[in-house]
Every structure is written in structure tokens, then in C-alpha cells.
T-cell receptor
Framework: AQSVTQPDIHITVSEGASLELRCNYS??????LFWYVQSPGQGLQLLLK??????LVQGIKGFEAEFKRSQSSFNLRKPSVHWSDAAEYFC??????????????FGTGTRLQVTL | DGGITQSPKYLFRKEGQNVTLSCEQN?????MYWYRQDPGQGLRLIYY???????QKGDIAEGYSVSREKKESFPLTVTSAQKNPTAFYLC???????????FGPGTRLTVL
């Protein structure tokens, strides 16, 4: 069974500082990987996704993530954090599609706080 | 605009009552999903549906029921058998075989 671990429950960074959120997954083959962001009381918005190809993936809002097969990781990065980035971030893993619905497994999330 | 709508945003019910949460999408997606979110536990899959009149249990289906009579709609009923129903409920949809899921704004259910 697939699983996702986000080891950091809560991270605080200063505005303008760099950010890295960690995500480790467990899956038998190369999975589909996602990062979603959630503002308080809202739904989830997709930041970026990895299916195949280039292991460095660019997303919206200046985020990027790197797939490292040897480490089973898909860490999210941003070079300079803005106060509006404060939110909860979820990593998710899915099995490559076989024509059926795409079941995703989510990590428990990392809450990002940005100090001014 | 295409998207997913969930209603109501906030829902209060007395213990022992069944309650139905609405989810509608106009993205022409085949698959729809219901998740439950609790603090510190991420999202857990309750039910999902790949086509009309068909649905499968997710990881935490006990105490919940769903129907899929129309492609656009996937309502979730929280029954009195659900022991701890107070939570934030998220509906999502995706294309068949497509793994990207699009989420609605959520419904916060509080059972008093």
C-alpha cells in the first residue's frame, strides 16, 4: 500500500527566507506525486505535480519540487517566502492511472507560518 | 466558470440525526470523491465513484453513505452510525484515469 510521510508538522520562516517542506513516500514503482495547499477553512489547490520526465517540477506561486527516486522524496521548495504563503501544505501520492479513478493518499500536512 | 460547489459551508446537527452534504461539479469529470479532514490527520478517503450508479468504499466508509444518480452530483450522507461525525468534509473530482483531483471549498459539520 502506498503511504506518505510529512515529518514536519509545523514550520515557521521569516518573510523573504527560503523554504523547504519535506515529503517521503512509499510505493512499489514510480508514483504520481502532488503538492496541494490549503488556506484555513478552504479547499485544496494544486501547486504542482510529477508524473514522469524531468525530476524538477515547477508549479504555481513560485514553488518547485524535486523528485528523488533514491530517497523516495518529493520536497517542496520556494526561494523567497511571502506572508501570503502561510497555509497548510499537503503532499500526496497516487498510482499511475489504469483507467480507473485516481485514488490519492495524503500526508498529514505541514502548517507554514510566516513571520514579518 | 467550471468548478466544484459544496453546500452548505457550515452545518450543525443534533446527535443521532442523519445529514446530507451536497457536492456538485460542472467540470464534466467522471470520478468524484469524498474526504474527511481532521486536525493533524490529513485527508482520509470516505467513498469514491468512477461512473454514474457506481461507487466504492474508501478507507473510512463506516457510518457514511453516498449516491451517484447524476454525473454532476455526489451527495454524502452522514448517518447516526458515524460515531464521531464532527469534521471538515471535502469533495473532489477528476477525469477517469487522470490523477489530478480538483477540490471543492468544503463543508464543516458540527454535531452537537
Amino acid at each position: 500500500a502506498q503511504s506518505v510521510t510529512q515529518p514536519d508538522i509545523h514550520i515557521t520562516v521569516s518573510e523573504g527566507a527560503s523554504l523547504e517542506l519535506r515529503c517521503n513516500y512509499s510505493y512499489g514503482a514510480t508514483p504520481y506525486l502532488f503538492w496541494y495547499v490549503q488556506s484555513p477553512g478552504q479547499g485544496l489547490q494544486l501547486l504542482l505535480k510529477y508524473f514522469s520526465g524531468d525530476t524538477l517540477v515547477q508549479g504555481i506561486k513560485g514553488f518547485e519540487a524535486e523528485f528523488k527516486r533514491s530517497q523516495s522524496s518529493f520536497n517542496l521548495r520556494k526561494p523567497s517566502v511571502h506572508w501570503s504563503d502561510a497555509a497548510e501544505y499537503f503532499c500526496a501520492v497516487g498510482a499511475p492511472g489504469t483507467g480507473t479513478a485516481s485514488k490519492l493518499t495524503f500526508g498529514t500536512g505541514t502548517r507554514l507560518q510566516v513571520t514579518l | 466558470d467550471g468548478g466544484i460547489t459544496q453546500s452548505p459551508k457550515y452545518l450543525f446537527r443534533k446527535e443521532g440525526q442523519n445529514v446530507t452534504l451536497s457536492c456538485e461539479q460542472n467540470l464534466n469529470h467522471d470520478a468524484m470523491y469524498w474526504y474527511r479532514q481532521d486536525p493533524g490527520q490529513g485527508l482520509r478517503l470516505i467513498y469514491y465513484s468512477q461512473i454514474v450508479n457506481d461507487f466504492q468504499k474508501g478507507d473510512i466508509a463506516e457510518g457514511y453513505s453516498v449516491s451517484r444518480e447524476k454525473k454532476e452530483s455526489f451527495p454524502l450522507t452522514v448517518t447516526s452510525a458515524q460515531k464521531n461525525p464532527t469534521a471538515f468534509y471535502l469533495c473532489a473530482s477528476s477525469l477517469m484515469g487522470g490523477t489530478e483531483q480538483f477540490f471543492g471549498p468544503g463543508t464543516r459539520l458540527t454535531v452537537l
